[in-house]
């Protein structure tokens, strides 16, 4: 079974930036697109980026042009780099191999003054 681990995560003030890590444990990228989803407080998960195996990517229109999603197949990691960060980015942010059922474990960030 394919483990995911998160990092990254943490208090930012708004306008701030992070880069979040998620680490598999093995090859997976040319098997699976992989997710960035979070989860408000009191809020349902939302996907917020994803990267299909060849490499295209998708944004939910409030990240456009602030989050970047990559891959280094080498370190068999993603990156979600996200810039310009606001309140409303607030949550447990968890990666997903999709079409499976392996989640990671989640990375909080909190985007306060």
């Known amino acids: 079974q394919v483990q995911l681990v998160e990092s990254g995560g943490g208090l930012v003030q708004p306008g701030g930036s992070l880069r979040l890590s998620c680490a598999a444990s093995?090859?997976?990228?040319?098997?699976?697109?992989m997710g960035w989803y979070r989860q408000a407080p009191g809020k349902q998960r939302e996907l917020v980026a994803s990267?299909?195996?060849?490499?295209?990517?998708y944004y939910v229109d409030s990240v456009k042009g602030r989050f970047t999603f990559s891959r280094d197949n080498a370190k068999n990691t993603v990156y979600l780099q996200m810039n310009s960060l606001k309140p409303e980015d607030t949550a447990v942010y968890y990666c997903?191999?999709?079409?499976?059922?392996?989640w990671g474990q989640g990375t909080p960030v909190t985007v306060s003054s």
């Open positions: 997903h191999a999709i079409g499976t059922s392996v």
């Open positions: 990267i299909t195996t060849g490499g295209s990517t």
């Open positions: 093995g090859s997976i990228f040319s098997i699976y697109g």
